[in-house]
């Protein structure tokens, strides 16, 4: 009997352990995340309150309207990522396009930390549109992310505040 408990303790003592053998990584897959896909912004708003609608218009619906139809249509708001890992750094190029103009430019994230920066951001183009004006904030002033491969989210700066823009792959 006293042969049985101790198998039975040392088997339980082997199965508590487990969890703490495999370990978990805290860190991001960064190149799943980013590449492989055409992520397409659904909507900004500010951090810490992803349920509140920010008005970039304030009281000019049409210009509203006009941005929001903008948004919808194919092509406009979209982001590309392609790149590979040097030194435990994802880094990369990446093309978007706005409404009017398009962009080349860098890219480098670390999944331990979350940071995204961006860098040799060559727009073809100012936006005029007030939303396409901050998608191309965001890309420019991206300053971290949070996510997976089915929701990305990129924080930037406007000024003092920070602004989070929510992209969802394109053909999900």
């Known amino acids: 009997m006293k042969r049985y408990l101790t198998y039975i303790t040392v088997a339980l003592l082997i199965l508590l352990s ?4 495999s370990g ?21 708003f500010r951090e810490g309150n992803a349920k509140a609608y920010v ?32 030194d435990g750094i994802f880094q990369g190029a990446m093309v978007a396009k706005g409404v009017k103009s398009t962009l080349s430019g860098s890219w480098r994230a670390d999944g331990d930390k979350q940071t995204l920066s961006t860098f040799n951001m ?18 420019n002033n991206a ?15 406007d000024g003092e505040v920070t602004y989070v823009m929510a992209l969802l792959p394109k053909n999900r």
Request: glycine share 6%.
């Open 122 to 139: 060559n727009w073809s183009s100012e936006e005029s549109d007030i939303l396409a004006k901050q998608f191309q904030k965001g890309l």
């Open 55 to 86: 008005n970039f218009w304030y009281d000019d619906r049409e210009a509203e309207q006009a941005s929001i139809e903008l948004q919808k249509a194919a092509g406009n708001y979209e982001v590309e990522f392609t790149g590979a890992s040097l």
């Open 18 to 21: 487990l969890p703490m053998l």
């Open 24 to 44: 978990c990584s805290k860190k991001d897959d960064v190149k799943v995340i980013f590449t492989g896909k055409t992520w397409k912004m659904s909507y900004i």
């Open 143 to 157: 300053f971290k992310y949070t996510g997976d491969s089915n929701a990305l989210y990129i924080y930037y700066k």
